[in-house]
């Protein structure tokens, strides 16, 4: 099992940056990737970044140039520093973590963080 808090979230203005966490704990040996997806109101879960083990990344068109992923040496902890920030950004963030036990992938998750960017 692994636990997943965010943290980080909160209110900016358009044009600003924010800098989310995501702490792993419990079984953190079997985690190869971490990502962070958002949701927003009415709409699905997305992925916007990730970061595997071998240091491969992701970015999703929409934040490519204005989001960065990074890592912490255990990958136990992922940071997201989201600048120039637009409303289209708001949503709830949501870290993830891919977990292999034995031949299978299990997906954990964090309970969200609110990010709300004003115009």
């Known amino acids: 099992q692994v636990q997943l808090v965010e943290s980080g979230g909160g209110l900016v203005q358009a044009g600003g940056s924010l800098r989310l966490s995501c702490a792993a704990s419990?079984?953190?040996?079997?985690?190869?990737?971490m990502a962070w997806y958002r949701q927003a109101p009415g709409k699905e879960r997305d992925l916007v970044v990730s970061l595997d083990d071998g240091g491969g990344t992701y970015y999703s068109s929409s934040v490519k140039g204005r989001f960065t992923i990074s890592r912490d040496s255990a990958f136990t902890t992922v940071f997201l520093q989201m600048n120039s920030l637009k409303p289209e950004d708001t949503a709830d963030y949501y870290c993830n973590a891919v977990c292999l036990q034995g031949d299978r992938d299990y997906d954990y998750w964090g309970q969200g963080t609110q990010v709300t960017v004003s115009s």
């Open positions: 419990g079984d953190t040996i079997c985690i190869t990737a």
